[in-house]
């Protein structure tokens, strides 16, 4: 079982950076393909990125594609989601979740996610 836990998130004015965490615990991520997805209000959950086991490949939705960098750190169990140039349509719900099966932008890949943290990006 993994326990995900995010953290970092806030507002910011349009063109602002954040850095979004993600420490799991229970035991070590190290195998899993680890995800980041957004939830806006009103709308459904949507991938963001994603990164594998090594942290050798990732994968980037489109709209934020060259704005946002994942990033690994195995020996801590942790996550980063680094977010630049942020724009108020980046305004969600930022969940990290952790697939057993590797890399994915399938959200049914997804075994463990965490609760979830706010960013808010002002015009």
């Known amino acids: 079982q993994v326990q995900l836990a995010e953290s970092g998130g806030g507002l910011v004015q349009a063109g602002g950076s954040l850095r979004l965490s993600c420490a799991a615990s229970g035991r070590s991520i190290s195998n899993d393909g680890m995800g980041w997805f957004r939830q806006a209000p009103g709308k459904e959950r949507e991938f963001v990125g994603g990164i594998s086991q090594s942290g050798t490949n990732t994968h980037y939705a489109a709209s934020v594609k060259g704005r946002f960098t994942i990033s690994r750190d195995n020996a801590k169990n942790m996550v980063h989601l680094q977010m630049n140039s942020l724009k108020p349509e980046d305004t969600a719900v930022y969940y990290c979740?952790?697939?057993?099966?590797?890399?994915?932008?399938?959200?049914?890949?997804?075994?463990?996610w965490g609760q979830g943290t706010q960013v808010t990006v002002s015009s």
């Open positions: 979740a952790a697939a057993p099966v590797g890399l994915s932008v399938y959200q049914s890949s997804y075994t463990y």
